[in-house]
């Protein structure tokens, strides 16, 4: 398992850091087919990140009430913002333990920065807080995250599984999973269709 406060307190800085990595068409690994990795730390030791675009079976309601935040008849009475603040795959390590990114207008002794604007809260607090409406302006909830030991991250980006570019934040936090691979390539000046012809010939 990587651990994001030990690759954060060494105060390295990987060059993936703050990057997105969007897979390519070939990637082996079906957990990151069409994903979009936000790295949260990346040093020596091995990265570790976040799917931001793989939607979760599980509602933010689900999660409310698992977690006895709520009880089953104050449900209903929840505002559809909160209903329908979407859950999603974090990556294929520790799917059974949520992680929120959001911007770091909410701090609790738990929250790690993982950017000069935003940071990661894995403690249930984040999510009452979320739900009476006094959690953080932005976020994302995932279940699970990404995790490469030493190099590992590396290889793959050589071997052609990944691309880069830095992340952007709107994208990170915005709703829309379904077209969110597409928006990530364009950020680059990609168009989806030609990185598939591309890579079609070998």
């Known amino acids: 398992m990587v651990d994001l406060k030990s690759l954060k307190s060494k105060g390295e800085r990987g060059f993936l850091d703050g990057q997105f990595l969007i897979a390519m068409p070939g990637m082996a690994d079906s957990n990151f087919y069409r994903s979009v990795v936000y790295i949260c730390a990346h040093s020596a030791d091995g990265a570790m990140g976040f799917v931001i675009n793989q939607p979760q079976q599980l509602t933010f309601v689900d999660i409310l009430l698992h977690l006895k935040v709520i009880a089953d008849e104050d449900a209903i009475l929840l505002p559809d913002e909160t209903r329908e603040f979407p859950i999603r795959k974090g990556g294929p390590v520790e799917t059974g333990r949520g992680f929120v990114l959001h911007t770091d207008d909410y ?10 604007e935003m940071c990661l809260t894995a403690t249930v607090d984040i999510i009452r807080a979320m739900s009476r409406g006094k959690g953080p302006s932005k976020a994302a909830l995932m279940l699970g995250y990404a995790g490469w030991g030493a190099g590992q991250i590396e290889d793959e980006i050589a071997n052609n599984g990944w691309l880069t570019c830095p992340a ?14 597409n928006r990530a390539l364009a950020l680059m000046g990609i168009n989806p269709a030609m990185l598939s012809m591309q890579a079609g010939h070998g």
């Not at 701090?107 to 000069?116: D, F, K, N, R, Y």
């Not at 952007?168 to 691979?181: P, V």
């Open 107 to 116: 701090l609790t002794q738990s929250s790690i920065p993982v950017s000069e």
């Open 168 to 181: 952007d934040e709107a994208l990170i936090f915005d709703r829309g999973l379904a077209d969110k691979y």
